[in-house]
């Protein structure tokens, strides 16, 4: 289920691109004046040929706010991505537009909500969850090379590295990152206690301040567009931590996209509650203390304010232009220093149109399911998954993403919405 590929025809001098279903796998092109070229990495294009490389405004702006590039963009305007699931056929001469080879279909079930402790729907749906992970990370576990994971201690890793231990017959090797004398950001204490349970032979790097400045200019060297999501660095460290052991390497990405498992997806209903205070309190008293405080991560209270000083970027609007307020990455008084107020409402008014394009098998009232439609389908594949894959094959460390089986995606996106999220608890079934 992860592949980019390429296939030509000899005799028909004809053939394609294709990209598999959920985008883990990268593809880049570029028409030229003597053909076609593609590559793995958007720096494999640049020795094949002459094509346009001014840099694309829009693609530009859109890294600025969102912190990636989504398809079909890159930052050159002569340079395109192949998105998830798409195909593109060439012959002498003629390069045709992408078109999509598979779309997530629309939920299966009527949307009616279920409290998740009511019994034998939500008991048989959590079963079919389970045997579905169990089955796609049986699958992944197939190797001629040594096997592992990765392990953050986090709900998504752990569950696949149980599901690992349970099949792989020896010891799961597991791997974590942990930051020395940043606790707010370590993780290692959970990843122990996981490890510890499933008995994994487990390895941890702690980076430093120091460790991580250094890592730096070897990441920038190997990415030839920029990268606005800082996680890259510890995920290149630990993966080329993790190649000195093993060639392939089982995460637990896509479990926020699948499950809800983000607090952008909680924010929706915190922003009613938020309503609910009278306007005067808001305006006079509390809005005006949380502009004057800091945005940081440092600790669990100042992460707090900091959401809670994004949640009041999108008081009105539909469920999608709310989402994408939370998603960014700049305040709007960081942005408009940066980028030219329409060049900034022409881009989200691209994304907000691809939202609703990839989400209309899903009903309007059903609105949690399409959030993470549009995640699954365009911030994973552009962020995260990019991510992961520069900074693994860098190391050539072969990672593979058990919850992005087709079929656990698809059962999945056909849970109701209430299975996933409710009062405020996140990726309940998983």
């Given at each position: 289920g992860m592949f980019a590929l390429a296939y030509y025809d000899r005799q028909a001098r004809s053939g394609f691109l294709a990209r598999d279903r959920f985008g883990v796998k990268p593809l880049f092109y570029a028409a030229t004046?003597?053909?076609?070229?593609?590559?793995?990495?958007?720096?494999?294009?640049?020795?094949?040929?002459?094509?346009?490389?001014?840099?694309?405004?829009?693609?530009?702006?859109?890294?600025?706010?969102?912190?990636?590039?989504?398809?079909?963009?890159?930052?050159?305007?002569?340079?395109?991505?192949?998105?998830?699931?798409?195909?593109?056929?060439?012959?002498?001469?003629a390069v045709a537009a992408p078109r999509r080879w598979y779309a997530l279909p629309g939920p299966a079930r009527e949307p009616a909500v279920h409290d998740e402790h009511d019994g034998a729907l939500y008991a048989a749906a959590a079963g079919e969850v389970r045997r579905s992970l169990a089955r796609s990370v049986d699958l992944r576990k197939v190797s001629d090379v040594p096997i592992g994971a990765f392990l953050s201690g986090g709900l998504d890793s752990s569950v696949i590295v149980a599901h690992l231990s349970a099949v792989i017959g020896r010891p799961v090797q597991t791997f974590c990152v942990g930051h020395a004398g940043h606790a707010t950001y370590d993780e290692t204490r959970f990843a122990r206690l996981?490890?510890?349970?499933?008995?994994?032979?487990?390895?941890?790097?702690?980076?430093?301040?120091?460790?991580?400045?250094?890592?730096?200019p070897r990441v920038l060297d190997h990415l030839a567009e920029p990268v606005g999501d800082s996680s890259i660095i510890p995920t290149w460290l630990v993966s080329r931590f993790a190649a000195e052991r093993v060639t392939v390497a089982l995460s637990g990405d896509a479990g926020d996209e699948l499950f809800a498992g983000y607090w952008r997806y909680t924010a929706h209903d915190a922003l009613a509650a938020y309503r609910r205070i009278p306007r005067i309190l808001r305006r006079g008293l509390i809005e005006p203390a949380l502009r004057r405080g800091g945005s940081a991560k440092s600790s669990r209270l100042a992460n707090k304010l900091r959401q809670f000083r994004k949640l009041l970027r999108a008081e009105?609007?539909?469920?999608?232009?709310?989402?994408?307020?939370?998603?960014?990455i700049l305040p709007d008084e960081a942005a408009s220093g940066l980028v030219d107020p329409a060049e900034a409402a022409g881009c989200v008014e691209e994304v907000l149109d691809t939202a609703r394009r990839l989400t209309q098998p899903w009903?309007?009232?059903?609105?949690?399911?399409?959030?993470?439609?549009f995640d699954t389908q365009y911030g994973l594949p552009s962020d995260m998954l990019q991510k992961v894959d520069l900074a693994s094959m860098a190391h050539s460390l072969e990672v593979r993403t058990p919850f992005l089986d087709p079929a656990l995606v698809e059962l999945a996106g056909s849970l109701p919405a209430s299975y996933k999220m409710n009062r405020g608890r996140k990726k309940i079934i998983l």
């Open positions: 004046p003597h053909g076609l070229c593609f590559a793995s990495e958007l720096g494999g294009l640049l020795p094949l040929g002459a094509w346009d490389r001014t840099i694309d405004q829009r693609a530009l702006t859109q890294l600025l706010l969102f912190g990636y590039i989504a398809h079909p963009r890159t930052i050159h305007r002569g340079a395109r991505r192949l998105g998830p699931g798409e195909v593109l056929e060439f012959r002498p001469g996981v490890a510890r349970h499933f008995g994994t032979e487990h390895h941890e790097l702690v980076l430093t301040r120091a460790d991580t400045l250094a890592a730096v009105e609007g539909d469920a999608f232009q709310r989402h994408l307020a939370w998603s960014r009903s309007g009232d059903d609105e949690l399911n399409r959030l993470l439609a």
